[in-house]
C-alpha cells in the first residue's frame, strides 16, 4: 500500500485548553507558576489569553497525550481546567482586541500520512 497524504478533517483535529488560576503569592508559589507555564510552552501551548493556553492536535488521541503531560505538571494549589474542543467549534469563536475583530489561531499546517 502506497502513503497517501490527506488534509486532517476540521471535525478530527482537536483545540485542547488549558485554563488557570495559580496563586502568586510568595516566591514559592510564583516559582510553581513559572514552571507549570513553561511545561505548557515546552509541550506546544500558546498564551492565548493570560492564564489561558491553547495547542492544536491532529486527534482527539493526540490530544490525550498532552491532557496527561499536563495532569503530571500541576501545581500543588490553584485551579486548573483542561478543555478540548473540535477545530470546526474553535473557528467559529469570536474574538476581539477591544471592539476591533481579530482573527481566530488556524490550526497548524499539518498533514496526516496513512
Keep these: 500500500m502506497s502513503e497517501t497524504t490527506l488534509a486532517l478533517s476540521e ?3 482537536m483545540w485542547l ?3 488557570f488560576d495559580l496563586p ?3 516566591d514559592e508559589a510564583k ?3 513559572v ?3 513553561n511545561t505548557l510552552l515546552k509541550d506546544g ?3 492565548l489569553q493570560f492564564s489561558v493556553y491553547a495547542r492544536f492536535c491532529p486527534s482527539e488521541e493526540a490530544s490525550g497525550v498532552h491532557r496527561k503531560r499536563v495532569k ?3 501545581p500543588p494549589k490553584g485551579q486548573v481546567r483542561i478543555l478540548g474542543v473540535t477545530d470546526k467549534q474553535f473557528a467559529k469563536m469570536d474574538s476581539f482586541v477591544g471592539k476591533t475583530p481579530k482573527n481566530v489561531e488556524d490550526a497548524p499546517e499539518q498533514l496526516l500520512l496513512l
Design 11 to 13: 471535525y478530527k483535529g
Design 72 to 74: 503530571q505538571a500541576l
Design 31 to 33: 516559582r510553581k507558576y
Design 24 to 26: 502568586v503569592t510568595s
Design 35 to 37: 514552571q507549570f507555564r
Design 17 to 19: 485548553f488549558v485554563l
Design 45 to 47: 501551548f500558546s498564551m
